[in-house]
């Protein structure tokens, strides 16, 4: 079983820009798509990005398309999310998940990591 640990989550000014990684455990990190999610405080869990098992398709929801990338490394079971011009409104936990295909939803993903805190000041 994959497990998924976040991590370069932080406090930035709006903006500003961060690199977010997700590190798998195991050696099927290449059969799984992955995406990212966030949450904030009192509201649902959104789509952000997701990619396909070995990088060649992408999807980014409107929010962020134009500013953020998701990319994967499969030699270092990584995936990573880069977003830049950050807004207040962004801020979040951030999750990475595991499945089967570029998904939009979250209960398409079958495993997820513990998050990361973005915090956007403004």
């Known amino acids: 079983q994959v497990q998924l640990v976040e991590s370069g989550g932080g406090v930035v000014q709006a903006g500003g820009s961060l690199r977010l990684s997700c590190e798998a455990s195991?050696?099927?990190?290449?059969?799984?798509?992955m995406g990212w999610f966030r949450q904030a405080p009192g509201k649902e869990r959104e789509f952000v990005a997701a990619?396909?098992?070995?990088?060649?398709?992408?999807r980014y929801a409107d929010s962020v398309k134009g500013r953020s990338t998701i990319s994967r490394d499969n030699a270092k079971n990584t995936v990573y999310l880069q977003m830049n011009g950050l807004k207040p409104d962004e801020t979040a936990v951030y999750s990475c998940?595991?499945?089967?295909?570029?998904?939009?939803?979250?209960?398409?993903?079958?495993?997820w990591g513990q998050g990361t805190q973005v915090t956007v000041s403004s």
């Open positions: 998940a595991a499945g089967w295909a570029t998904f939009q939803i979250a209960n398409e993903y079958h495993i």
């Open positions: 195991g050696r099927t990190f290449g059969a799984y798509a």
């Open positions: 990619i396909s098992q070995n990088g060649g398709s992408t």
